[in-house]
């Protein structure tokens, strides 16, 4: 006879179990819930109670992260897929294809960036008149002078 623990019946896991299993840091789980990608119910102790499902969301979290998708976007994917489950194979399915586009995107760019690194003195300063990495074809001085590098990266958010 197997004697199974009220802690292994339970169907809830603590903030430290959760941080645990998953292998994030509980200020990482409170980050996650704050942003609305996970969410956990209170005990009566008003402690954090999350459901076992959210150890998958958590996993597809960290891989969207990993890949570099912004948390806005991983947040925005997550609001269509129920809470109250784990994840699905289906589910995962089209969380990854819609980013499948943009992965792609990111691809091409870095394999750009990496053929072009060649031709690169690696000076760090960026003020090649023509340099092919930040500044092709001179098209930044038809703006005229000055930083429109950094003055490019505020208003169109690309770095």
């Not at 994030?24 to 954090?48: C, D, M, P, W």
């Not at 609001?79 to 992965?103: C, I, K």
């Amino acid at each position: 006879m197997t004697i199974v623990r009220n802690s292994e019946m339970r169907r809830e896991l603590t903030v430290g179990e959760v941080a645990e299993r998953s292998g994030v840091a509980v200020s990482t789980l409170h980050f996650y819930e704050a942003k609305g990608l996970i969410r956990s119910n209170r005990s009566r102790g008003n402690q954090r109670r999350y459901p076992r499902s959210v150890l998958r969301r958590v996993a597809v979290i960290k891989v969207a992260q990993r890949t570099g998708i912004p948390l806005s976007e991983i947040q925005a994917a997550l609001t269509v897929l129920p809470d109250d489950r784990p994840l699905t194979v289906q589910d995962w399915a089209r969380l990854s294809e819609s980013w499948h586009e943009q992965l792609n995107a990111r691809i091409a760019s870095l394999m750009a960036l990496r053929d072009h690194l060649t031709s690169c003195i690696g000076c760090g300063c960026l003020s090649l008149r023509e340099c092919p990495l930040r500044n092709p074809y001179d098209v930044l001085s038809m703006e005229g002078a000055g930083p429109r590098l950094m003055d490019a990266t505020e208003e169109d958010g690309q770095p």
